[in-house]
């Protein structure tokens, strides 16, 4: 059974850092694509980051300032982010793309605020 475990979430301030993480388990980790998504008040989910092989993306709003790494001894998946602004804040969710399914975790709130 496919999980996925986020953490690392938080309250911080404008310019401030976090790092997420996400266990995964389930599946081989290795083997597939893994992906940053954020949610907020209001708005669609929007892609933030992925991760495949050695190859990441990110849209414009957040490069430069997020970074996707995983470790694959640990089924692990980060989203270290920096600079964070207002705007940030959401939560936030991984995403497993396991060839034609995918599957969520239960999310994790950024709040950025002063």
């Known amino acids: 059974q496919v999980q996925l475990v986020e953490s690392g979430g938080g309250s911080v301030q404008p310019g401030g850092s976090l790092r997420l993480s996400c266990a995964a388990s389930g599946f081989t980790f290795s083997a597939y694509a893994m992906s940053w998504y954020r949610q907020a008040p209001g708005k669609e989910r929007e892609l933030v980051a992925t991760?495949?092989?050695?190859?990441?993306n990110y849209p414009d709003s957040v490069k430069g300032r997020f970074t996707i790494s995983r470790d694959n001894s640990k089924n692990t998946v980060y989203l270290q982010m920096n600079s964070l602004k207002s705007e940030d804040t959401a939560v936030y969710y991984c995403?497993?793309?396991?060839?034609?399914?995918?599957?969520w975790g239960q999310g994790t709130q950024v709040i950025v605020s002063s």
């Open positions: 995403k497993a793309n396991l060839g034609g399914a995918s599957y």
């Open positions: 991760s495949i092989g050695g190859f990441t």
